[in-house]
């Protein structure tokens, strides 16, 4: 598992906000071409890579989203400073003293605010408005901003990743290169059906790339890799700590954009206790993820979710904890391994078929 | 009829979690029409073949109702929502779970002003006092429904979750009649509606029809100081125009109009500005698929004590009939 935290750690310290996944696609691609039979990138950015199987079972599509939270620049000010967009859901206080960089050529960036000597009462009282916030790239005027970047620019943290603690690492975009790393695993191993592996974009601003991956897939049956919410520190009572860090991965029962295939949830418990992996639920029902998406595509798709949890997801430094990376592996690896070649895609006697 | 709908009412389903329904209308249905299947979403596909145009009826099946989330050590659940719950209409109500499990929903007593209450303020009581006994009584991820039972009174049913097993009783009632035409109808029984009509749009997917209609309940205009719509209970289905998730096409509608019309069937309009159907999702399914709505009227939705009236029941099988030949 080495490998893979490296792997990992690459990963977030490429940039790829939402519709800018390319640097991110372009590394993956590097290192699975060899594991893979065959891949492509559709219209709109997915990366599908394709693992035909030993025998005949159900069309397996796993997912991760490649694209990760940001800012689009908006406008250049004329004393050179830049505002901004969000790109997927970011809120002002994580914002404020943050280093940035923009572009293809990653010009450095901060952002700014007013500091606590000039701030009124109220202002110190009350949350950042994002519109008040700019980016400073150190330029004198609009001109000379304009010579380093352009309006529509992305904008990503930059913030390398750190391994701290007890087997922990901190990092941008762990949502969702964590999901990518694990699914890059999987790829060097082949299973008894075919497994289209898909490496999605736009999820951040509405599950977009999922939409269209599962749409040339038709799968029966898809697993979506993710990094979820984890909310697990001091004054949070234990029904509303989303998920715990290091108790194991995360599974989905229900969330706003899915209720998980029952079915499939179950037999990923099982597979989790006869191999003795830990694993927790998701407790709280906010948030979405692509599964939402893939299941209602065409005729329907059986899905599940494994996540890792990520404590101050949606920031630079979202921390996960190691073995909870493992462990995810680990248990969609088996997982995958036990669909073998006969699984009921029906619920109930009399249905359609079986594969 | 009333036998059936209280059936289907007594049927256990959630939305994810509709089998019983689907197996209850499976057995009803088994020899009556040509052909049964049920898709990865768990919707129920029941056809009715025909060489003329291809009509597709749409009751969803689920409920709302609530999700284990968390169990405490003292054996208290929290919850999260299945579709849409208000916390005051569901302080007090009586649950029950798959297995048979019973609780109560009640409140955090320390909450200054009960406007102010939320659902993660909020637990399901099971009589259990500890986190072991209460385990073993429901897991995490176990969903539970209002406990409540249907009467007759008057000519009007009380019942929880007539929306929407009063969708379902109408259309298979109707398939049972089984309506004498050419056209090939797909009386389809779908999942997750509550939660974002998700079952029917792989259904219309599977099916592609010429026209769709979803059966389901709306909301009546005639309780104390209600928000204004011109919906009565007891003066006819309603032939929807618009709801939140749908403007109904005019092929559609108006072929409803002129059946209604012509075989003097009582009707209202339905003009919903908020709540959708699965006539949301079909009618953008695939290529684009006509559709609308035929809707019963129904007092108190959401609550455990929706109340509908049997003549808008009766009149509703028979106008989707009259649609369908």
């Known amino acids: 598992m080495k490998e893979a935290l490296n792997n990992l750690k690459k990963l977030t310290a490429l940039d790829g906000i939402s519709g800018e996944e390319k640097p991110v696609r372009e590394y993956i691609i590097s290192i699975i071409k060899d594991y893979v039979d065959n891949y492509y990138v559709d219209n709109m950015g997915n990366l599908i890579t394709y693992k035909k199987g030993r025998g005949n079972g159900p069309k397996v599509m796993v997912d991760a989203h490649m694209d990760e939270v940001g800012l689009m620049v908006t406008h250049i000010t004329s004393e050179g400073l830049l505002k901004f967009q969000t790109v997927g859901g970011i809120e002002g206080r994580v914002l404020v003293g943050k280093r940035v960089r923009i572009g293809e050529t990653c010009v450095p960036g901060v952002i700014g605010y007013k500091p606590i000597h000039l701030q009124e009462k109220k202002e110190r009282a009350s949350a950042v408005d994002i519109k008040q916030l700019t980016i400073d790239i150190g330029s004198k005027d609009r001109e000379r901003a304009e010579e380093k970047v352009q309006v529509g620019d992305m904008v990503a943290f930059s913030y390398d990743p750190v391994e701290f603690g007890d087997n922990k690492l901190m990092a941008k975009a762990l949502d969702n290169r964590v999901g990518c790393a694990v699914l890059?695993?999987?790829?060097?191993?082949?299973?008894?059906?075919?497994?289209?592996?898909?490496?999605?974009?736009?999820?951040?601003?509405?599950?977009?790339?999922?939409?269209?991956?599962?749409?040339?897939?038709?799968?029966d049956i898809a697993l979506i890799l993710e990094g979820t919410t984890c909310y697990d520190v001091p004054d949070t009572k234990e029904h509303d700590m989303s998920t715990v860090s290091g108790d194991g991965p995360v599974l989905t029962l229900m969330d706003r954009t899915v209720i998980t295939d029952r079915d499939l949830v179950n037999k990923i418990i099982d597979v989790a206790k006869n191999n003795k992996i830990p694993y927790q639920f998701k407790r709280t029902i906010s948030g979405g993820t692509n599964a939402g998406r893939i299941q209602a595509n065409a005729e329907g798709v059986k899905v599940a979710v494994i996540a890792v949890p990520c404590r101050y997801i949606h920031t630079p430094v979202s921390v996960m904890d190691i073995s909870d990376f493992e462990n995810s592996y680990r248990l969609s690896k088996r997982f995958l391994e036990s669909l073998g070649v006969s699984i009921d895609l029906y619920r109930e006697e009399g249905g359609k078929e079986y594969v | 009829m009333f036998e059936l709908i209280n059936k289907l009412a007594g049927a256990y389903g959630p939305s994810g979690n509709e089998k019983?329904?689907?197996?209850?209308?499976?057995?009803?249905?088994?020899?009556?029409?040509?052909?049964?299947?049920?898709?990865?979403?768990?919707?129920?596909?029941?056809?009715?073949?025909?060489?003329?145009?291809?009509?597709?009826?749409?009751?969803?099946?689920?409920?709302?109702?609530?999700?284990?989330?968390?169990?405490?050590?003292?054996?208290?659940?929290?919850?999260g929502n299945i579709g849409g719950l208000r916390p005051q209409v569901i302080l007090g109500q009586r649950v029950v779970f798959e297995n048979g499990t019973t609780g109560v929903i009640w409140y955090e007593e320390n909450i200054d002003d009960i406007k102010k209450l939320k659902l993660d303020k909020m637990y399901i009581d099971i009589g259990a006092t500890s986190r072991e006994e209460a385990e073993g009584m429901v897991k995490l991820g176990d969903q539970a429904v209002y406990a409540a039972d249907t009467k007759l009174q008057n000519g009007k049913i009380i019942s929880k979750c007539m929306d929407n097993r009063i969708g379902c009783a109408i259309l298979v009632q109707m398939a049972l009649n089984s309506p004498k035409t050419e056209n090939e109808i797909y009386y389809v029984f779908t999942a997750q509606e509550e939660v974002g009509l998700r079952g029917a749009r792989t259904a219309a997917f599977g099916i592609v029809p010429d026209m769709a209609l979803a059966v389901d309940v709306t909301?009546?205009?005639?309780?104390?100081?209600?928000?204004?719509?011109?919906?009565?209970?007891?003066?006819?289905?309603?032939?929807?125009?618009?709801?939140?998730?749908?403007?109904?096409?005019?092929?559609?509608?108006?072929?409803?109009?002129?059946?209604?019309?012509?075989?003097?069937?009582?009707?209202?309009?339905?003009?919903?500005?908020?709540?959708?159907?699965?006539?949301?999702?079909?009618?953008?399914?695939?290529?684009?698929?006509?559709?609308?709505?035929?809707?019963?009227?129904?007092?108190?939705?959401?609550?455990?004590?929706?109340?509908?009236?049997?003549?808008?029941?009766?009149?509703?099988?028979?106008?989707?009939?009259?649609?369908?030949?």
Do not use: W
């Open chain 1, 184 to 219: 890059i695993e999987l790829l060097k191993h082949s299973y008894e059906f075919d497994l289209y592996g898909c490496f999605t974009v736009q999820e951040e601003v509405g599950l977009k790339g999922a939409k269209t991956a599962s749409y040339q897939i038709m799968p």
């Open chain 2, 20 to 79: 019983q329904v689907s197996a209850l209308i499976r057995s009803i249905l088994k020899d009556k029409v040509d052909e049964i299947r049920e898709d990865a979403l768990g919707n129920l596909i029941c056809v009715k073949k025909g060489s003329g145009k291809k009509f597709m009826l749409a009751a969803h099946m689920d409920q709302i109702g609530v999700i284990v989330t968390f169990i405490d050590d003292k054996g208290f659940l929290r919850f």
């Open chain 2, 219 to 325: 909301g009546t205009g005639d309780t104390p100081e209600s928000k204004p719509m011109a919906v009565r209970l007891g003066a006819g289905p309603t032939i929807k125009i618009k709801d939140a998730s749908v403007i109904s096409h005019p092929a559609v509608k108006d072929r409803l109009i002129e059946r209604a019309k012509s075989a003097n069937i009582p009707y209202q309009f339905e003009i919903m500005t908020f709540g959708g159907t699965d006539a949301g999702s079909i009618h953008i399914t695939a290529g684009g698929i006509p559709s609308g709505g035929v809707s019963v009227p129904t007092r108190h939705i959401h609550s455990s004590a929706e109340i509908v009236d049997m003549k808008d029941v009766e009149n509703a099988v028979e106008l989707l009939e009259h649609f369908v030949k």
